[in-house]
């Protein structure tokens, strides 16, 4: 199982990078959890667009999901140019009806997942916790019967995610603000919020991801180390973990 960073910025993505999309690689299938601003060009540099299997959504803010659209038109581009009809499947939660009907286009198909069910998708086992955010939003659990990595998707502190994430390998947070601040009004946590789930859960390796554009964000890994003993990665694109 290999997990890799395509991006990890908050709200939009700095110069040349991305917003939120992790890439999960098993026995030769490839999904890609979210899909925000600029992951699709970045994508390019470690697959090929034809090569993902599936994409799996936490929730349908921008961030998350803008490159949607262009995703969809890339498959268009790629099926007529090797005279193929080849389809890709974009799962994601149907709370908000308008926002999923989207992910169906020529070559791509919404499928709505039930946040009470595992999920199967080839090798990954996935379980899902509501976040607390202004949207309907799902962090995820996901498992190739061996390891497990836990992400937090756009989430608040909440205490339930020390149990969700027990014993993950690894635990991706949200961390879009800077100990001290309160980041329950857009739903987001702080470094230390996220060192504290990563502590109680008793994980192995934590990455700080979705950061802010503000201050300096190794601070962000200061803060956390006061919290939590274990490995601490801030995210970067390229960052890859395997078991």
Known sequence: MKVTIIGYWGAYPA???ATS???????????LVDCGSGVL???QQYKKVTDL?????????????????????AMLVQNTLQETNRKLYIYGHQEDKQQFERLSHQYTEGIGYDPEETLKLGPFIIDFQKTAHPVPCYGMRIS???????????????????TFAENADLLIT????????????????????????????GVDTLW????????????????????????IQLAEE????SK
């Open 174 to 201: 949200d961390t879009n603000f800077y100990h001290g601040m309160d980041g329950r009004g857009p739903g987001h946590m702080t470094s230390t919020e996220a060192a504290s789930i990563a502590r109680d859960a």
């Open 238 to 241: 390229g960052l890859s973990w």
């Open 208 to 231: 700080l991801s979705h950061l802010p554009h503000f201050g300096d964000p190794t601070r962000l890994r200061q803060e956390a180390q006061d919290v939590f003993q274990g490995t």
């Open 53 to 73: 299997d599936g994409v799996l959504l936490s929730h349908y803010h921008h961030d998350h999901v803008a490159d949607i659209g262009p995703l969809q038109y």
């Open 21 to 31: 999309g992790y890439l999960f690689e098993k026995d030769g299938f490839t999904l």
């Open 41 to 43: 060009s970045r994508l």
């Open 144 to 162: 190739d019967g061996d390891n497990t990595v836990v992400y937090t998707a756009d989430t608040s502190y909440l205490k339930e995610w020390g």
């Open 15 to 17: 110069a040349g990078s």
